[in-house]
Structure formats: C-alpha cells, structure tokens
C-alpha cells in the first residue's frame, strides 16, 4: 500500500522562505505531486516531479529523492496570499492519486 | 471552458434520503474521480473512472455508487444516507493521473 506523512501546521513569515516535506512508503516507484488548497476551495495543481531532482515554477520549487522516499515543496518570497493548506501525492500512472493529509501554512506579517 | 463543474453546491439530507451528484467536464479528460474530504482533513477517494462506461473503486466506496455513462459526466450517488457520509465532495479529472482538476465541490450535511 501507499502512504504519506507531511507536517500539520507550518507557520512563516511575509517575505520569508518556506520549505514543507513529504516522506511516502510506496510498494514501486511513483511520481510526486504537489496540491494547494484555500480555505473554503477546491485543491489546485502546484508541481509533479516524476524525477530525481529539483522542479521550479516561479516562486514555488519541488524537489523529489527517489532514493530517500522524500520530497519537499520550496515557497520563496512568501505572500499572504500563499496562506493554504498544501497536500503531497503519491501519482501512479493512468489512474488514481494517494493523497497525503495536508499541511496547513499559515503566513504572518 | 467551464472546467469542471458540479451540481449541487450545497445540499441538506435527512438520514435515509437518497440523492445524485452531478459532475461535468468540458476539458475531454478520460480519468474522472470522486474525492470526499472531512474538516481537517485530506481528500479521500470514493471512485473512479479510466473512461466512459468504466468505474472502480477507491478508498471509501461503501454507501456510494457511480456511473460514467457519458465522457464529459460521472455521477455520485448515495442510495440511503448517513450522517457520517456528511462532507465536501469534489469531483476531479485529469487527462494525466497526477495533474488533476478539480470542481468548486458540492457541501452535503446529513441530519
């Protein structure tokens, strides 16, 4: 089976970095994605790795290791706006997605 | 382009009611699902379909059904309802397994 662990709660600050983790027990290899959820919507698409290595996309950058069974979602110049809850998942090819239970950012001025 | 779309948005049910949601994408996706997602909580999948004509299960099928009789529509149904199936729904589809679009979801409490 899949399963994947992420912080509840990050907290940071307006302008600041912010790095959320991802560690997955997965029975093969999978693909990892990223999710960003506002309070009272629907989850958006971030960032897929399907590889080793870094992927960015503006502000946001997501890193997967294989190896390590780990991934971490990177947010730079953090806005208020970037408040959310932030989900990893477990990708496997032409069907469903494992989701991870959520980590709640929540940005300070 | 809509996206995905669905209907109801908020629904209120009495213990034992039945009722269909309703979803519809205009984006020509194969892959549609079912997520359930609880306060607090991550999204849980219900059901899914590879393609029209196909269903299978998720993680928490019980007490629900589906049908995937159009391509662009895949519909939730709950035949007796529970309070404990009480939730936000959102329906999702993708062309790509692990780039999914999700619906503005549907808010059902059960009394």
């Known amino acids: 089976g899949q399963s994947l662990e992420q912080p509840s709660e990050v907290t940071a600050v307006e302008g600041a970095i912010v790095q959320i983790n991802c560690t997955y027990q997965?029975?093969?290899?999978?693909?990892l994605s990223w999710y960003q959820q506002h309070d009272g919507g629907a989850p958006t698409f971030l960032s897929y790795?399907?590889?080793?290595g870094l992927e960015e996309t503006g502000r946001f950058s997501s890193f997967l290791s294989r190896s390590d069974s780990y991934g971490y979602l990177l947010l730079q110049e953090l806005q208020m706006k970037d408040s959310a809850s932030y989900f990893c998942?477990?990708?496997?090819?032409?069907?469903?997605?494992?989701f991870g239970s959520g980590t709640r950012l929540s940005i300070r001025p | 382009n809509a996206g995905v779309t669905q209907t109801p948005k908020f629904r209120v049910l009495k213990t034992g009611q039945s009722m269909t949601l309703l979803c519809a994408q205009d984006?020509?996706?194969?892959?549609m699902y079912w997520y359930r997602q609880d306060p607090g909580m991550g999204l849980r999948l219900i059901h899914y379909?590879?393609?029209?004509?196909?269903?299978a299960k998720g993680e928490v099928p019980d007490g629900y059904n589906v049908s995937r009789l159009k391509k662009q529509n895949f519909l939730l149904g709950l035949e007796s309802a529970a309070p404990s199936q009480t939730s936000v729904y959102f329906c999702?589809?993708?062309?790509?397994?692990?780039?999914?679009?999700f619906g503005p979801g549907t808010r059902l409490t059960v009394t």
């Open positions: 999702a589809s993708s062309s790509i397994s692990y780039e999914q679009y």
């Open positions: 997965t029975s093969g290899f999978y693909g």
């Open positions: 790795n399907g590889l080793d």
């Open positions: 998942a477990v990708a496997p090819p032409a069907s469903k997605i494992i």
């Open positions: 984006m020509n996706h194969e892959y």
């Open positions: 379909s590879v393609g029209e004509g196909t269903t």
